[in-house]
């Protein structure tokens, strides 16, 4: 089967950095299903796998996102059968969804909103899992809008993937939503994916918030450099409020300065429950099944603002530089055919 890997991570602009293969198609035992990749998207993970590592004595095939059919079953799978329309985001320590097939625990797995088509199903698993996670099992909100009332929750960086989706969620969840972006185009997009708010994330947010009539935050939800905005999440978190990030650090962070505050900081790594096989891994399942709910009822919409067509190297080259650029919003997919 064809697939896009690499042996060696090396920057995009790079010839090697993405490469056509022909590998052998898997076959689904146990848990697993075969899909037939119709469509993929690309996220910041896919790009700093890519770039960093040692060299790879078998082609490594990395994505992390797709929409596809079912074509075989597992001996123990026993939620879909083939033939069913499916989306998910996999797992990090798998063989990606760069490729025709892919192989994929059943358990992270879930049928394909019907309403979308399977370029704007591939472009949710990965932000609308990492959101929905942060929200719920890491800051511990719930979808009662009226326990919400009057609860503010900052997000930063709410125009780029994970942004797009966790703005509706936490609108639909009753919060009031106070994105950052710091473009005409990021500001219209957010304000029109449910923040009610916008902030300069190049800007002091106290002065901003306070602008807007807010001292303190309920809720922080940081998808954009953790370290650069540690001191001003600490400042502006409420006494016994909760942060949580997606993205690492290099620079170690003073936890301590929560401290007074009794505020809790947490982590979301999407990957964690596949990762480890943890008890509850189904629930991934069960997450993206609900917003599959959420999207036939049209209470959530796809973020996918630009797709490409023909899964190659050229174009997943062309897909990674956008992703790296900083500039993008919503989601980037690439169509198989």
Same mark, same amino acid.
């Given at each position: 089967?064809?697939?896009?890997?690499?042996?060696?991570?090396?920057?995009?602009?790079?010839?090697?950095?993405?490469?056509?293969? $022909?590998? /052998?198609?898997?076959?689904?035992?146990?848990?697993?299903? %075969?899909?037939?990749?119709?469509?993929? #998207?690309?996220?910041?993970?896919?790009?700093?796998?890519?770039?960093?590592?040692?060299?790879?004595?078998?082609?490594?095939?990395?994505?992390?996102?797709?929409?596809?059919?079912?074509?075989?079953?597992?001996?123990?799978? #026993?939620?879909?059968?083939?033939?069913? /329309?499916?989306?998910?985001?996999? @797992?990090?320590?798998?063989?990606?969804?760069?490729?025709?097939?892919?192989?994929?625990?059943? +358990?992270?797995?879930?049928?394909?909103?019907?309403?979308?088509?399977f370029s704007e199903a591939a472009g949710l698993p990965?932000?609308?899992?990492?959101?929905?996670?942060?929200?719920?099992? +890491?800051?511990?909100?719930?979808?009662?809008?009226? #326990?919400?009332?009057?609860?503010?929750?900052?997000?930063?960086?709410?125009?780029?993937?994970?942004?797009?989706?966790?703005?509706?969620?936490a609108n639909h969840a009753g919060l009031t939503v106070?994105?950052?972006?710091?473009?005409?185009?990021?500001?219209?997009?957010?304000?029109?994916?449910?923040?009610?708010?916008?902030?300069?994330?190049?800007?002091?947010?106290?002065?901003?918030? /306070?602008? %807007?009539?807010?001292?303190?935050?309920?809720?922080?939800?940081?998808?954009?450099?953790?370290?650069?905005?540690?001191?001003?999440?600490?400042?502006?978190?409420?006494?016994?409020?909760?942060?949580?990030?997606? *993205?690492?650090?290099?620079?170690?962070?003073?936890?301590?300065?929560?401290?007074?505050?009794?505020?809790?900081?947490?982590?979301?790594?999407?990957?964690?429950?596949?990762?480890?096989?943890?008890?509850?891994?189904?629930?991934?399942? /069960?997450?993206?099944?609900?917003? @599959?709910?959420?999207? $036939? $009822?049209?209470?959530?919409?796809?973020?996918?603002?630009?797709?490409?067509?023909?899964?190659?190297?050229?174009?997943?080259? $062309?897909?990674?530089?956008? *992703?790296?650029?900083?500039?993008?919003?919503?989601?980037?997919?690439?169509?198989?055919?």
């Amino acid at each position: 089967m064809k697939a896009i890997g690499f042996h060696k991570h090396l920057p995009i602009t790079e010839a090697d950095s993405l490469i056509d293969l $022909e590998i /052998e198609r898997p076959v689904a035992k146990g848990h697993d299903l %075969l899909v037939e990749i119709k469509a993929i #998207s690309v996220n910041p993970v896919d790009t700093k796998v890519r770039a960093k590592g040692a060299d790879e004595q078998e082609p490594k095939i990395i994505g992390y996102d797709a929409a596809g059919v079912v074509v075989e079953v597992g001996d123990h799978a #026993s939620l879909f059968s083939v033939g069913d /329309e499916v989306y998910y985001a996999g @797992a990090i320590n798998r063989p990606g969804s760069n490729s025709e097939f892919q192989l994929v625990d059943e +358990r992270i797995v879930a049928k394909k909103p019907e309403r979308l088509t399977f370029s704007e199903a591939a472009g949710l698993p990965l932000t609308a899992l990492t959101a929905y996670e942060a929200l719920t099992d +890491r800051m511990h909100i719930t979808f009662d809008a009226k #326990s919400n009332l009057e609860k503010t929750i900052l997000i930063i960086g709410a125009a780029g993937g994970v942004g797009s989706i966790a703005t509706q969620l936490a609108n639909h969840a009753g919060l009031t939503v106070i994105g950052t972006a710091s473009r005409p185009e990021t500001i219209d997009w957010a304000k029109a994916h449910g923040a009610h708010h916008t902030i300069n994330h190049h800007k002091d947010f106290r002065e901003q918030l /306070e602008q %807007l009539g807010y001292s303190y935050v309920d809720y922080i939800f940081c998808l954009n450099a953790t370290d650069q905005h540690f001191d001003a999440m600490v400042d502006v978190i409420t006494p016994q409020g909760t942060i949580c990030s997606i *993205v690492e650090t290099e620079q170690a962070l003073n936890l301590s300065a929560l401290q007074q505050k009794s505020a809790t900081f947490a982590w979301e790594f999407m990957f964690t429950r596949s990762l480890f096989g943890t008890p509850d891994m189904i629930r991934q399942h /069960e997450i993206l099944t609900r917003i @599959a709910t959420w999207l $036939e $009822e049209e209470t959530l919409e796809t973020t996918v603002t630009q797709t490409l067509i023909g899964l190659n190297a050229e174009n997943l080259k $062309e897909a990674h530089r956008l *992703v790296e650029s900083g500039k993008t919003i919503g989601k980037i997919v690439v169509e198989q055919h």
